[in-house]
């Protein structure tokens, strides 16, 4: 299985927003320590805003924050919310399903057993779980990566 890169970018927004919860972050600040789009980002926030997961400010000292107590929010329900989709195959969907051995095929069986345990394994961690108790704040990751960079 894998995860849109939208996914991707809302869970990289929210893990950095929970090194550090007491700061306002900017979306551009989020998108040069990634290396991402800002325009994705835009569009990531937005949603997580609407979602209750952060709290945005607009203006001159404005930006984002979590609104969210991170030991309290599991990274499945975050996946579940973002992931258009968990159709792993074709014939998971009722709509695109054009599979001629669908009707004989036990695979899906087993596949639908490994998704629903993939989501079982991300509810048992949350979004704090996602953060390293003694990982620097994210300003040093700054500074390593120039470093490696050079």
């Known amino acids: ?17 929970s090194l550090q919860p007491e700061q306002t972050i900017t979306i551009s600040e989020i998108a040069d320590f990634y ?10 926030v937005h949603n997580l805003a609407t979602l209750g997961y952060i709290h945005t400010t607009r203006g001159k000292g404005g930006g984002l924050r979590l609104a969210v107590d991170p030991a309290q929010v599991t990274i499945g329900e975050i996946v579940r919310k973002v ?21 004989l095929c036990a695979l899906k069986s087993a596949l639908w057993q490994a998704n629903r345990e993939f989501l079982a394994t991300l509810d048992r961690h949350t979004l704090a779980d996602a953060i390293k ?15 490696a960079t050079k």
């Open 133 to 147: 108790r003694d990982a620097p704040q994210p300003l040093s990751f700054h500074k390593l990566h120039a470093k």
């Open 83 to 103: 992931e258009p989709n968990f159709d792993i195959v074709e014939c998971f969907s009722a709509q695109n399903n054009k599979c001629v051995i669908a009707p």
């Open 1 to 17: 299985m894998q995860l849109t890169l939208y996914t991707d970018y809302t869970l990289r927004v929210l893990v950095y927003l």
């Open 35 to 44: 290396a991402i789009s800002r325009n994705h980002l835009v569009k990531v």
